[in-house]
């Protein structure tokens, strides 16, 4: 392309007479193209030329004939100083020629282009390194016209770029190592490929996967800066996204980049008219895709979409495909086979909900895949994961074949680089890590933002490159969620015990209780589904811990053998500790699956559980006792159903010398309101437990404090007096004032020793 350095403006504006309009204005050693742009005539130019030639540090610009609406594709390319080179990475524009790169959505690898053209421009980039000289990395930037082979060199980057970060990160391929090692000496045939194992760096990355970055801009908080996007890179970071296919990168990208869209559908373009979306799809700013997107919408054609903004219909098809699906969702039934099309196509399950109208799915868990750097030819031994739908999960295959038995600690990045966030949180991030792995931890590592150390394949035990969002990190922590024998091992070390049985587990938990009181611990709190109770006899204990640790299903007589014979070891430790123990029960937890799928484990959806095992809290009190063990209690269930028989069983246990030794607790809300607490009151004065009630043993008490406090009080006050009134208790107002006082505030503090 007819190109010439100046440095005065009047040399600028002729030979932009010579080359004729439009023209490209490039500062020299400026960042982001700062101070140039596209000059559509003189006065265009003159503005441009002098703000180039100032901010330029040798005030210097390049004048070159505009190529506007060419392709733009990169590569990245590596070599060493024999002369061995490879290409690392392609990487695909989806804006024409005209946007700065840094402000462009990018596809890794380049998907447009056909054979011809991907090998033309990757043998010039090739050709470049080896003319230039280059050892280590580079990056190659051309513009391709669309119409023919012609093309042209926009920049060469003969250094490890932003660029760089981007193409080491979709391809899994360590550049800046690879770059170091090249440095010190070493050839590409001789630096193992560390991803692999198995092949070195002369190896060059193929990917079956599709990579998509999207820019993260400051407009949130420069509300009135100037939107339109140009050769000056505006964008403060971004986000980048694997998927098996175009359409699931990039809808991941877009809901990863924090601008509150988790879809194409942009609320606030949907009242424009067509010929207002297409006045801001040529303005060229960051909703453009948006505008594209609704504009579709609206039965504009991909032929009219491609003339106005020369973006390749490619793109503007696969954009076209995600209609498509939005509309099958709207107007057909979601069976199950479209709904694992539009889990595949990138749909979270809060748009397929909106497009469908249901307020529940079936929820599909995601599936893993391993970034492997050579399209699943080798094997990879590095833990660098994505997600996709309805194939082999090889992050669950791999946690399974190198687990360490230690425990789990996920850490989250803090995503895309946005203005007041920068190199400080992703230093927070790897320092977390690295501390946490010292402490003995295996760390994954959650984060989608291709510039950060963080996600470094070799930073954290495993790293999965995903959007941070309640879906997606959702389906890690299910990936990651540890079992039976995780929880051991941790035991095992936080004790620096060896756990081979119940009895060795119970012996655990005891010593970390000694832990707990040297810090001031007054209670323990063991939650249930049901109130369990076996013959706690040690070989039957030991056969359902042996089979847990092996990962097998269990009976219900097996876990209660096990769960009964700890849980007793338990209460005789707290009962020589004087704690409280608590024991609740009654309860359905994750009751709602798709909400379960959608949220995780214990996030709420809680019911009665009609087979709380009531019967069995008398046998399991008994057995306490016999062991030397019936500490301070406190019971409750669930189910209203229970609190009859619960206030008759405090009342049988009381005595050994603790006033309101065991209590009975109003369980969450549906005990916990105006007909509850009057019929539970009424039960403790029947069984002449009342006056030594703690009153306040409730969930929902506590987080509501004061006010939930007063309610209660209240409705014991007016119970009361209308005992009061009907001669079922004395009017004496000292004697009255004294029962008061003790189930709202004495009681509490005697029976916890708060000593307050």
Known sequence: MPSKVVTTIEDALDFAEVISYPVIVRPAFTLGGTGGGIAANKEELYNIAEAGIRLSPINQILVEKCISGWKEIEFEVMRDAIGNEITVCSMENFDPVGVHTGDSIV?????????????????????????????????????????????????????????????????????????????????????????????????????????????????????????????????TGEVMAIGRNFEQALMKAVRGAEISQNSLNMKKLAPMSVEELREKILAQDDERLFAIYESFKRGVTVAEIHELTKIDEWFLNKLMHILSLERRMQSETLSDALYMEAKQNGFPDAVIKEMTGLSEIKHVPACYRMVDTCSAEFTASTPYFYSTFGEEDEAEEFIKENASGKPVVMVFGSGPIRIGQGIEFDFASVHCVWSLKRAGYEVVIVNNNPETVSTDFNVADRLYFEPLTPEDVENVVNIEKPDFAAYIARLAQTTGRTLNSADDVAEALCERADYFAAHGCLCADHGVDYCMYAEPEKPAADRAFDRAMRGEALTREEIDAYKTRVTIACAKKYASLNWVMQLHFGCLRNTNKPQFGLLGADTGYDAINSASGVENVAPLLNAFAENGGLPKMILYSLSPNDNTALATIAGCFQGGGQVGRIQHGSAWWFNDNLNGMKQQLTDLAANGTLGAFVGMLTDSRSFLSYTRHEYFRRILCELIGSWVENGLYPNDEKQLRSIIEDICFNNTNTFFRFDV
């Open 107 to 235: 596809i890794a690898p380049a998907v447009t282009l056909a054979d011809k053209e991907y090998q033309m421009l990757r043998s010039a980039a090739l050709n470049i390194i080896q003319a230039m000289g280059i050892e280590g990395g580079c990056n190659c930037q051309f513009a391709l016209n669309p119409e023919s082979f012609e093309y042209a060199v926009i920049e060469v980057n003969p250094r490890v770029s932003r660029s760089s970060a981007l193409a080491s990160k979709a391809t899994g391929y360590p550049i800046a190592r690879v770059a170091t090692k090249i440095a010190i000496g070493y050839h590409l045939d001789e630096i193992p490929n560390e991803v692999t194992g198995e092949t070195m760096a002369c190896f060059e990355p193929a990917l079956d996967y599709v990579t998509v970055k999207f820019p993260k801009w400051p407009f949130d908080k420069f509300v009135y800066g100037r939107r339109k996007l140009g050769t000056q890179m505006k964008a």
